[in-house]
């Protein structure tokens, strides 16, 4: 099944209970596929085609407010309109997930896949000292597995997560075992698991105010300082990243979702020829594994970041490295998908 | 064993679909498949091309630079595929419209006359199948059993009463398909 049907299949198998988006290729199919599996039906999960994409974000934050899992999916343009909504999710910590299959922009762009929304997923997107949790997922297997895990580590931190795909992993059909049925939570669990829902409120407790404005700069600077507190506990805890060929190789490519995929063929291609050269791709891309990279990097002899855009993620690369390696970029633009032999290239123009 | 093959043509000439056969089938012998489609404005008219890669162990990138086979349904495809097929590897074409033939001496090249053939069975649809037999007969990815299971599973029940006539198309492409001397 392709990508996009995974991640729909995926919001109705782990007891989503809304899922609020507006279609816009190349992910038009997740909402297609709702629309065809009728969850409405037999789940009781809500599936809505809302006027716009403003209106799904802030439909996502009303839903998630009374503490029920809810969903949105876009792409790139669309994101762009959510931000705002997400902003304020991040603000009232509110727990929604955001898909995002990108294309390749700026402003409407192109429909073919691109990775160029690096920076507005990884550095809050919208106004405001915010992170979002952002994963990327690098095949259908994990477009499905990824759906339930960013629902868990968004009520886990109370914060918006984000599942940042693109065209390529989107639009392609692999192999998938979809993950086990898990029945939607009952309005005593998320009263019991949620407990600062506006769900009504018993007269044991106080109002529970889900809000981000505050007038007052003191508490909303103790209110900002609570926030930077649990994003570094998230940084301490919720790091994820994969290696492969790593243990005798010289030189890493640095890669993340499709642009990953690509790399590994390189690699191969490349280790055919005699370099040895391993991947290192990191999954949650905030939290971005920078420890990890920074000790890897002590015994490698360079490092290329190979991404479906202009250079994002190898600011965050080079922070990370800082110094212990040459780091270069490699990228393709505006919905360009590049091939394994260019990123081989590339990475004989480093090793010289 | 892996085989890495890209399907090119005109849009509307079925090359996504049997792609996708052709993916479904791989999976019903428990092989890894990827399907990856050119999903822009190709699918709206101009040429269209999808890359299917079976293998028995995991696949790497959906994306490649390189091909094993490369089937080509138009000139276009002819000229944009045939000098990025491996050294040794198949070219499948159809001769319908081809002006400039290949010309590659390294790679073996077949030809096959899937759009005269469909004319002949009076049904352009089985089109992409007497192709698609064309490739099974000349490299075996999936087995024809596998085939039609993956017929069986991917189309609807409503259709599954043009399986035979399917199959009929794989049988004559298997029949027709020749290998190009020069």
Same mark, same amino acid.
């Given at each position: 099944?392709?990508? &996009?049907?995974?991640?729909?299949?995926?919001?109705?198998?782990?007891?989503?209970? $809304?899922?609020? $988006?507006?279609?816009?290729?190349?992910?038009?199919?997740?909402?297609?596929?709702?629309?065809?599996?009728?969850?409405?039906?037999?789940?009781?999960? +809500?599936?809505?085609?809302?006027?716009?994409?403003?209106?799904?974000?802030?439909?996502?934050?009303?839903?998630?407010?009374?503490?029920?899992? +809810?969903?949105?999916?876009?792409?790139?343009? $669309?994101?762009?309109?959510?931000?705002?909504?997400?902003?304020?999710?991040?603000?009232?910590?509110?727990? =929604?997930? /955001?898909?995002?299959?990108?294309?390749?922009?700026? =402003?409407?762009?192109?429909?073919?896949?691109?990775?160029?929304?690096?920076?507005?997923?990884?550095?809050?997107?919208?106004?405001?000292?915010? &992170?979002?949790?952002?994963?990327?997922?690098?095949?259908?297997?994990?477009?499905?597995?990824?759906?339930?895990?960013?629902?868990?580590?968004?009520?886990?931190?109370?914060?918006?997560?984000?599942?940042?795909?693109?065209?390529?992993?989107?639009?392609?059909?692999?192999?998938?075992?979809?993950?086990?049925?898990?029945?939607?939570?009952?309005?005593?669990?998320?009263?019991?698991?949620?407990?600062?829902?506006?769900? =009504?409120?018993?007269?044991?407790?106080?109002?529970?105010?889900?809000?981000?404005?505050?007038?007052?700069?003191?508490?909303?600077?103790?209110? &900002? /300082?609570?926030?930077?507190?649990?994003?570094?506990?998230?940084?301490?805890?919720?790091?994820?990243?994969?290696?492969?060929?790593?243990?005798?190789?010289?030189?890493?490519?640095?890669?993340?979702?499709?642009?990953?995929?690509?790399?590994?063929?390189?690699?191969?291609?490349?280790?055919?020829?005699?370099?040895?050269?391993?991947?290192?791709?990191? /999954?949650?891309?905030?939290?971005?594994?920078?420890?990890?990279?920074?000790?890897?990097?002590?015994?490698?002899?360079?490092?290329? +970041?190979?991404?479906?855009?202009?250079?994002?993620?190898?600011?965050?690369?080079?922070?990370? +490295?800082?110094?212990?390696?040459?780091?270069?970029?490699?990228?393709?633009? =505006?919905?360009?998908?590049?091939?394994?032999?260019?990123?081989?290239?590339?990475?004989?123009?480093?090793?010289? | 064993?892996?085989?890495?093959? !890209?399907?090119?043509?005109?849009?509307?000439?079925?090359?996504?679909?049997?792609?996708?056969?052709?993916?479904?089938?791989?999976?019903?012998?428990?092989?890894?498949?990827?399907?990856?489609?050119?999903?822009?404005?190709?699918?709206?008219?101009?040429?269209?091309?999808?890359?299917?890669?079976?293998?028995?162990?995991?696949?790497?990138?959906?994306?490649? %630079?390189?091909?094993?086979?490369? !089937?080509?349904?138009?000139?276009?495809?002819?000229?944009?595929?045939?000098?990025?097929?491996?050294?040794?590897?198949?070219?499948?074409?159809?001769?319908?419209?081809?002006?400039?033939?290949?010309?590659?001496?390294?790679?073996?090249?077949?030809?096959?006359?899937?759009?005269?053939?469909?004319?002949?069975?009076?049904?352009?649809?089985?089109?992409?199948?007497?192709?698609?037999?064309?490739?099974?007969?000349?490299?075996?990815?999936? %087995?024809?059993?596998?085939?039609?299971?993956?017929?069986?599973?991917?189309?609807?029940?409503?259709?599954?009463?043009?399986?035979?006539?399917?199959?009929?198309?794989?049988?004559?492409?298997?029949?027709?398909?020749?290998?190009?001397?020069?």
């Amino acid at each position: 099944m392709k990508g &996009n049907e995974a991640i729909a299949h995926a919001c109705i198998r782990c007891g989503a209970d $809304g899922f609020f $988006g507006y279609p816009i290729t190349p992910q038009s199919e997740i909402i297609e596929t709702l629309a065809l599996l009728k969850p409405w039906e037999t789940s009781g999960m +809500v599936v809505l085609q809302a006027e716009s994409e403003v209106a799904a974000i802030n439909m996502v934050y009303g839903g998630a407010g009374a503490g029920k899992r +809810v969903i949105t999916t876009s792409s790139s343009p $669309g994101v762009a309109l959510m931000q705002e909504g997400i902003s304020y999710m991040a603000g009232a910590e509110i727990p =929604g997930v /955001i898909v995002n299959v990108q294309r390749g922009g700026p =402003g409407l762009g192109t429909i073919q896949p691109s990775q160029s929304d690096y920076f507005q997923a990884t550095r809050g997107g919208g106004n405001g000292d915010y &992170n979002v949790i952002v994963l990327a997922p690098a095949s259908v297997q994990e477009m499905a597995d990824f759906v339930d895990l960013a629902f868990t580590l968004a009520f886990k931190y109370r914060n918006p997560a984000m599942i940042l795909s693109d065209g390529v992993i989107g639009q392609m059909m692999e192999k998938v075992v979809l993950p086990p049925v898990k029945p939607r939570r009952t309005e005593e669990e998320i009263a019991k698991e949620c407990p600062w829902a506006t769900i =009504g409120r018993p007269k044991s407790r106080p109002v529970n105010i889900m809000t981000s404005l505050e007038l007052k700069p003191e508490v909303m600077e103790a209110r &900002n /300082i609570a926030l930077q507190e649990k994003y570094q506990k998230i940084r301490d805890t919720e790091v994820r990243y994969e290696m492969e060929q790593m243990e005798d190789a010289d030189y890493v490519i640095v890669a993340f979702g499709s642009a990953a995929r690509i790399a590994e063929k390189s690699i191969e291609n490349a280790r055919e020829q005699g370099i040895k050269v391993g991947l290192f791709r990191p /999954i949650t891309l905030w939290p971005f594994p920078e420890k990890e990279l920074h000790e890897l990097a002590k015994t490698k002899k360079g490092i290329l +970041v190979a991404e479906i855009n202009a250079g994002q993620m190898v600011q965050d690369v080079r922070l990370a +490295v800082n110094g212990q390696a040459p780091v270069e970029h490699f990228g393709r633009l =505006g919905g360009i998908v590049p091939e394994p032999e260019e990123i081989v290239e590339a990475l004989k123009k480093l090793i010289k | 064993m892996k085989t890495e093959i !890209i399907i090119s043509g005109f849009g509307g000439q079925g090359v996504l679909s049997m792609g996708k056969i052709l993916a479904y089938s791989g999976l019903m012998e428990d092989k890894e498949v990827t399907w990856m489609p050119a999903y822009g404005p190709e699918q709206r008219g101009g040429t269209a091309n999808v890359t299917v890669i079976v293998s028995d162990s995991r696949i790497s990138s959906p994306i490649l %630079s390189h091909y094993d086979v490369a !089937i080509v349904l138009n000139q276009p495809s002819l000229d944009k595929f045939e000098p990025k097929i491996k050294p040794g590897g198949i070219l499948i074409y159809d001769g319908y419209g081809i002006m400039n033939p290949p010309q590659r001496k390294d790679i073996t090249v077949y030809r096959i006359d899937a759009m005269d053939k469909a004319a002949e069975m009076k049904n352009s649809k089985v089109f992409n199948m007497i192709v698609l037999g064309g490739l099974l007969k000349v490299c075996p990815v999936v %087995s024809t059993d596998g085939l039609n299971k993956a017929l069986f599973k991917s189309l609807p029940e409503r259709h599954h009463n043009l399986i035979p006539l399917n199959m009929k198309a794989v049988e004559e492409g298997m029949k027709i398909i020749e290998k190009v001397e020069r």
